[in-house]
Each structure stands twice: as structure tokens, then as C-alpha cells.
């Protein structure tokens, strides 16, 4: 099954859009419940324990990875839309080594290099990578414009941005230079350790829902739900940016 397949028109039934409707209500309280947590903050007292600590804390760090990945709503979304139609474990390592590739890379020298971006713009662009996969998902681009874009490379390339969005929050919290390197690369592996949890979680219960008969009818609605809390997570951003 292909995202061009999953119909050609955008008008949804009327059952389709109470399903668009409960899925998009859910997505918005899981995305409220914590307005910290859309813009890839640190938990206060994690914020206030990476600021007062000197040399090297592995396992505290990894910790600290993993937490993050697995509460950070933004990256989930987007490994939900990049597996979303992967049935083989091969393709769904490959993106998902793409993407870590991608985040690993700009975290670890964005932060010990001190590159510094605007958090606000640059989670506006991680939630702008969710709509992208989101329409990807629904053949938007083939219906759109004629062409499907690379599906790998954008992996990878919205992978350099998530990877950014949390290393300006980690300079911004003015971490120690004692321990730096080996700080990080154990928060790193947190962080890799963290999205195999959350991966492990989203494909069991993709594996349990592809079985069932509503799967294929319920796909575009749930992407069109997922494009939604994209644009939330943008408009979220975007405020945040403009007011600040």
C-alpha cells in the first residue's frame, strides 16, 4: 500500500472526519498537556541539575537522553510519519539510522561548537518537518506538483534540525565545560536509547492496528490528524517567537 494510493480527493467522508475529529482532540490534549515540552525544553529540575554540575556523569546523562526523547512529542510525531507505511524492519532501520544520524550529528557540534539558533524558529521547522511527512504520507506532492521528493534525504536533513532544536536548548542552560564531550555522548546515547523505546512502543501498536480491517480506511485520516498537530506545533512556535 502507497500513500498515492490512499485516494485521490481530499473531501472525507463524514464518518472519516469524526475520526479526523476524536484523533486531532486527542492529539491537541497530548500536545497541551505540557506547553514545555513543544519546544524541546529540559524538565526544570533536569534544568537546574545540568547547570550546577562539574565533570563527567554518564549515566545521569544518558538518563537525561533518554527522558527526552521519549517526552518529546515533536520527534515522536515525526518517526510515527517516517514509519508510518514501512512494513520491513531493513526500511525502517534505515530511516531511523538516517535520522539519528542526522540529529547526533548537529547536537553534538552544535553544542560543542556553540551554535546557537533562535529555539522558537527552529522548533517551528521541526513541526513543519511533521506536516511535511504528514502530506509525504498522503501523496500530496505526487497530486500536488508531479514529483516525489526523496523521501531518505529528508530523513536525514529534518534529522539535522531536530538535532539543532536541542542543542540551542543545551547552550542555553550554559552547560559545564568540564566533562563536556563525554557528557554529551552520553546523552546522546540517552537519546538513542530513548527513541528505540519509543519506536519499539509505535510499532506495536502500528503491527496490532495494520491487522485490523480499518487500517487502510483510517491511514489518511490519521495523517491528516498528524498534519494538524504539525501546523499546532508551528503556530506554537511562531507565537512563542513574536511575543518573546
Same mark, same amino acid.
Given at each position: 500500500?502507497?500513500?498515492?494510493?490512499?485516494?485521490?480527493?481530499?473531501?472525507?467522508?463524514?464518518?472519516?472526519?469524526?475520526?479526523?475529529?476524536?484523533?486531532?482532540?486527542?492529539?491537541?490534549?497530548?500536545?497541551?498537556?505540557?506547553?514545555? &515540552?513543544?519546544?524541546?525544553?529540559?524538565?526544570?529540575?533536569?534544568?537546574?541539575?545540568?547547570?550546577?554540575?562539574?565533570? =563527567?556523569?554518564?549515566?545521569?546523562?544518558?538518563?537525561?537522553?533518554?527522558?527526552?526523547?521519549?517526552?518529546?512529542?515533536?520527534?515522536?510525531?515525526?518517526?510515527?510519519?517516517?514509519?508510518?507505511?514501512?512494513?520491513?524492519?531493513?526500511?525502517?532501520?534505515?530511516?531511523?539510522?538516517?535520522?539519528?544520524?542526522?540529529?547526533?550529528?548537529?547536537?553534538?557540534?552544535?553544542?560543542?561548537?556553540?551554535?546557537?539558533?533562535?529555539?522558537?524558529?527552529?522548533?517551528?521547522?521541526?513541526?513543519?518537518?511533521? =506536516?511535511?511527512?504528514?502530506?509525504?504520507?498522503?501523496?500530496?506532492?505526487?497530486?500536488?506538483?508531479?514529483?516525489?521528493?526523496?523521501?531518505?534525504?529528508?530523513?536525514?536533513?529534518?534529522?539535522?534540525?531536530?538535532?539543532?532544536? !536541542?542543542?540551542?536548548?543545551?547552550?542555553?542552560?550554559?552547560?559545564?565545560?568540564?566533562?563536556?564531550?563525554?557528557?554529551?555522548?552520553?546523552?546522546?546515547?540517552?537519546?538513542?536509547?530513548?527513541?528505540?523505546? &519509543?519506536?519499539?512502543?509505535?510499532?506495536?501498536?502500528?503491527?496490532?492496528?495494520?491487522?485490523?480491517?480499518?487500517? !487502510?480506511?483510517?491511514?489518511?485520516?490519521?495523517?491528516? &490528524?498528524?498534519?494538524? &498537530?504539525?501546523?499546532?506545533?508551528?503556530?506554537?512556535?511562531?507565537?512563542?517567537?513574536?511575543?518573546?
Amino acid at each position: 500500500m502507497f500513500p498515492s494510493q490512499l485516494g485521490g480527493a481530499f473531501g472525507l467522508p463524514v464518518l472519516a472526519r469524526r475520526h479526523a475529529l476524536t484523533l486531532f482532540t486527542l492529539l491537541v490534549m497530548l500536545l497541551g498537556a505540557s506547553g514545555e &515540552a513543544l519546544a524541546h525544553a529540559v524538565a526544570e529540575g533536569d534544568k537546574g541539575y545540568i547547570q550546577e554540575i562539574y565533570g =563527567v556523569h554518564l549515566i545521569s546523562f544518558v538518563y537525561l537522553g533518554a527522558k527526552h526523547m521519549v517526552t518529546g512529542y515533536d520527534h515522536i510525531l515525526f518517526l510515527l510519519g517516517v514509519i508510518f507505511f514501512l512494513y520491513r524492519m531493513q526500511h525502517i532501520a534505515i530511516y531511523v539510522s538516517l535520522f539519528a544520524i542526522g540529529h547526533s550529528t548537529t547536537m553534538l557540534l552544535g553544542v560543542y561548537f556553540n551554535i546557537g539558533i533562535n529555539s522558537y524558529l527552529i522548533d517551528a521547522i521541526i513541526g513543519l518537518s511533521v =506536516v511535511y511527512k504528514a502530506l509525504d504520507n498522503i501523496g500530496a506532492y505526487q497530486r500536488w506538483f508531479g514529483f516525489q521528493p526523496n523521501t531518505k534525504v529528508a530523513t536525514l536533513v529534518f534529522g539535522l534540525f531536530h538535532g539543532f532544536g !536541542l542543542s540551542s536548548k543545551i547552550i542555553e542552560y550554559d552547560i559545564a565545560s568540564d566533562g563536556l564531550v563525554p557528557n554529551l555522548l552520553a546523552f546522546n546515547v540517552g537519546v538513542e536509547i530513548g527513541q528505540l523505546l &519509543a519506536l519499539s512502543a509505535i510499532l506495536i501498536v502500528m503491527g496490532f492496528w495494520r491487522r485490523t480491517n480499518g487500517f !487502510l480506511r483510517h491511514a489518511y485520516t490519521a495523517n491528516v &490528524a498528524m498534519m494538524c &498537530a504539525g501546523f499546532m506545533l508551528v503556530g506554537y512556535q511562531l507565537t512563542g517567537y513574536f511575543i518573546a
